[in-house]
């Protein structure tokens, strides 16, 4: 790869770059009305309507132009969007951020893409005693083309707030520079931990899984500190007895470590 980190290539970039990652809300919610406080929550941050507004400021940020959208509110909750992006003119190209390095600075970011899309599922989901309500919102971007989805990667996780996040990014297919040598990747990576802001690292552990041979990254992330009163519905933190405040912290910390680790767990003993 030259120094300037560009390779002259033969034609049109072919490598696919896709970054996908679960987005997981939990909360505490014990009554009926307690639960559909939270589904309204949950109607008004992950309806389709909002979920197409951060998906096209996302387009905005990676430099695509949108073709088409297809989204869908579903009954008694939950959406998909599904966003169709393409090429368009380069302005001023050679003064074009073409690098993977952290974002989003969309009013900096000027490039052009074809044959990608970016596409978002919701699952709310209940524990049918003991509470608990986790919310998952699956997403992916991918591009074919010079820029790296991985400029979406901070806005995103900014825009939509979570617990857990599991990332997955992957390089596929090859492209030829102009000695017809094949590349499997045109950038450098070896976490996907290097591209987030500092305050995101702040906020979460994280833990990493790659195959760098097959150019596969896989991180997941757990929020570090939890505040008791914002996973609440329709109660406080100070309505509660010191037994449910345990009781109830315990639950929600053993929800999130089943879904950091990928595992069941046993109850925690008193």
Do not use: W
Request: net charge negative.
């Amino acid at each position: 790869m030259p120094t300037n980190g560009k390779i002259k290539l033969q034609g049109f970039n072919n490598l696919t770059k896709s970054l996908s990652f679960c987005i997981y809300d939990v909360c505490y919610a014990q009554t009926p009305e307690q639960k559909a406080e939270y589904i309204e929550y949950i109607d008004e941050q992950y309806n389709a309507d909002r979920l197409t507004e951060i998906l096209s400021e996302c387009c905005e940020i990676i430099g695509a132009n949108i073709l088409n959208v297809a989204r869908q509110d579903y009954d008694p909750q939950g959406a998909s969007v599904t966003i169709l992006v393409a090429e368009e003119p380069v302005k001023d190209s050679d003064n074009v951020d073409t690098t993977e390095k952290p974002g989003p600075m969309p009013d900096s970011v000027v490039a052009h893409l074809d044959k990608s899309h970016i596409c978002v599922h919701t699952y709310p989901e209940a524990h049918p005693d003991d509470g608990i309500c986790t919310f998952r919102a699956d997403i992916e971007v991918s591009t074919c083309g010079i820029i790296s989805p991985l400029k979406a990667l901070n806005y995103l996780i900014h825009r939509l707030e979570s617990d857990i996040v599991t990332v997955d990014y992957r390089v596929r297919g090859f492209t030829r520079d102009i000695h017809g040598v094949k590349h499997y990747i045109d950038h450098d990576i070896n976490s996907i931990q290097n591209f987030f802001t500092e305050d995101i690292h702040d906020q979460y552990q994280m833990l990493d899984v790659n195959v760098y041979q097959e150019n596969i990254f896989h991180t997941k992330m757990k929020l570090k500190d939890l505040d008791l009163n914002t996973y609440l519905f329709g109660t406080t933190k100070e309505e509660l007895s010191e037994d449910q405040v345990k009781q109830i912290s315990e639950r929600l910390n053993k929800e999130m470590d089943e879904i950091f680790y990928g595992r069941n767990m046993p109850d925690m003993k008193n």
